[in-house]
């Protein structure tokens, strides 16, 4: 395996990349709305809500706003509706439906 920088190009294989390497320059998704992505999505049902958080740290997509340690709504930008929350909730305060765009 080859140590050290190389070009990042589309001719590279994986086994010229070092392990767990990054490519320099690259872009966080909070600069990207992905959330156009998803079929179903998540509904937060506040007055179900026991603020557990359970749901806050298994969210792949870090969709889940906490403020004072209150889990708040949505981040619909960027959840793409993988439906994890949904199943972790022990209090059925998120609800999974299918999405209609533009209605967020």
């Known amino acids: ?12 294989k994986w086994q010229d990349i070092t ?10 998704a ?3 709305n992905t959330g156009d992505w998803r079929v179903k999505k998540p ?10 958080l359970l749901c806050v740290p298994v969210c792949p997509d870090s969709s889940i706003p906490v403020k004072d340690s209150k889990r ?9 509706g993988c439906g994890i929350c949904v199943e ?3 209090f059925d305060a998120i609800e999974f ?5 533009g209605e967020e």
Do not use: R, W
């Open 1 to 12: 395996m080859k140590q050290g920088k190389i070009d990042i190009n589309e001719n590279v």
């Open 19 to 28: 392990v767990a390497g990054t490519i320099k320059g690259g872009a966080s």
């Open 43 to 52: 509904v937060f049902i506040e007055d179900k809500c026991k603020q557990c």
């Open 88 to 90: 972790v909730c022990p």
């Open 97 to 101: 439906v299918d999405d209609v765009k």
């Open 72 to 80: 708040l709504d949505f981040d619909y930008d960027h959840c793409k």
């Open 30 to 32: 909070k600069q990207f």
